[in-house]
């Protein structure tokens, strides 16, 4: 008799317990948001009378780290053209990186950081095939330089390779009405678990501007 009260005692305190409350949106960025950064890429310009080389800002994307080695993941269009590259931390550590792997047909290209910081966190790569349109999701990102800014919103289609741009057959894309900007190219896409299941390529636009057409690369094409 002793061993069933206890037995039902128990059963009546995992009832009133409820159910486990799924983390917010909020909760996920902030566990997420070191494992982005900031990059800056630069091309060395022949000058015109010296013939000296002068270093000019080429570029600005986002990136996110995906292992503790100092590997960094990002869209090949942010850096394939490039002659120098630094990644900016949450925390401000700047490190020098270089390509080790680069594949434009997919818009995605792997960074090694010349000098990764101390207790660098890292972010997990998710199934993107598990991925559903109507999914809530959200970016990460430097929009004009802005860094770790956060827009949310929703799969709204998926694309297989070659249905959206020829120029990149390797790359099947999530659509989102999440928001993209310049310096968004790159960045990760998020699941609601805080794991990556996509990196921003490119918006059309009419205006210049985001208008709802994102699309990214699946994390599944990397």
């Given at each position: 008799m002793v061993?069933?009260?206890?037995?039902?005692t128990?059963?009546?305190?995992?009832?009133?317990?409820?159910?486990?409350?799924?983390e917010?949106?909020?909760?996920?960025?902030?566990?997420?948001?070191?494992t982005?950064?900031?990059?800056?890429?630069?091309?060395?310009d022949?000058?015109?009378?010296?013939?000296?080389?002068?270093?000019?800002?080429a570029?600005?994307g986002s990136?996110v780290?995906?292992?503790s080695?100092?590997?960094?993941?990002?869209a090949?269009?942010?850096?394939?053209?490039v002659?120098e590259?630094?990644?900016?931390?949450?925390?401000?550590?700047?490190?020098?990186a270089r390509?080790?792997g680069?594949?434009?047909?997919?818009?995605?290209a792997?960074?090694?950081?010349?000098?990764?910081?101390?207790?660098?966190?890292?972010?997990?790569?998710g199934?993107?095939?598990?991925?559903?349109?109507?999914?809530?999701?959200?970016?990460?990102?430097?929009p004009?330089?802005?860094?770790?800014?956060?827009?949310?919103g929703?799969?709204?289609?998926?694309?297989?390779?070659?249905?959206?741009?020829?120029?990149?057959?390797?790359?099947?894309?999530l659509?989102?009405d999440?928001?993209?900007?310049?310096?968004?190219s790159?960045?990760?896409?998020?699941?609601?678990?805080?794991?990556?299941?996509?990196?921003?390529?490119?918006?059309?636009?009419?205006?210049?501007?985001?208008?709802?057409?994102?699309?990214?690369?699946?994390?599944?094409?990397?």
């Open positions: 061993r069933v009260v206890a037995w039902l128990l059963l009546v305190a995992a009832a009133g317990a409820g159910p486990v409350e799924a917010t949106v909020g909760q996920v960025f902030r566990r997420v948001n070191a982005v950064v900031v990059i800056r890429t630069w091309e060395r022949i000058g015109q009378q010296s013939g000296a080389f002068t270093p000019t800002v570029g600005l990136g780290v995906i292992d080695r100092g590997h960094v993941l990002t090949a269009h942010v850096v394939q053209t002659d590259i630094t990644v900016e931390f949450l925390d401000g550590h700047v490190s020098p390509v080790i680069s594949e434009p047909e997919a818009d995605l792997l960074l090694e950081l010349e000098t990764p910081p101390f207790g660098m966190q890292v972010a997990g790569l199934d993107s095939d598990a991925v559903e349109v109507g999914d809530q999701a959200f970016i990460v990102g430097a004009y330089g802005i860094g770790h800014t956060l827009t949310v929703h799969i709204s289609a998926r694309h297989k390779p070659n249905t959206v741009y020829s120029g990149m057959s390797l790359a099947e894309f659509q989102t999440a928001a993209i900007n310049h310096g968004n790159g960045g990760p896409m998020f699941s609601l678990r805080g794991e990556i299941v996509g990196i921003v390529s490119h918006i059309i636009s009419k205006s210049g501007g985001f208008e709802g057409l994102g699309f990214v690369v699946t994390s599944n094409s990397s």
